[in-house]
């Protein structure tokens, strides 16, 4: 089993940025995709970005030029730096991972943080 923690959400005025943070722990056999996914209050939970083991990024357009998604395979972490933050970035945040441990496949969800962004 895959467990993920995750960090950094908070309350940021317009503009501003935050860094999330999410780490895997448990049965990894290794990872192939880490991303992040977003759900704001009576919208569906919406892809914000996704990286490959290769490196390979991909972005919501909503995002595009102010969010970077990176990745430190040692720690089996995955980072969103969201910079030039806007009302409508408000949602939950959720982390999800997906590998394969020996020949099971897996895809586990973070808890999810809150991101307020807000004046």
């Known amino acids: 089993q895959v467990q993920l923690v995750e960090s950094g959400g908070g309350l940021v005025q317009p503009g501003g940025s935050l860094r999330l943070s999410c780490a895997a722990s448990g049965s990894i056999g290794s990872i192939n995709v880490m991303g992040w996914y977003r759900q704001a209050p009576g919208k569906q939970r919406e892809l914000v970005s996704a990286i490959s083991s290769d490196g390979t990024t991909n972005y919501a357009d909503s995002v595009k030029g102010r969010f970077t998604i990176s990745r430190d395979n040692a720690k089996n972490t995955v980072y969103l730096q969201m910079n030039s933050l806007k009302p409508e970035d408000t949602a939950v945040y959720y982390c999800?991972?997906?590998?394969?441990?020996?020949?099971?496949?897996?895809?586990?969800w973070g808890q999810g943080t809150q991101v307020t962004v807000s004046s």
């Open positions: 999800n991972v997906a590998g394969i441990t020996g020949p099971i496949p897996f895809r586990s």
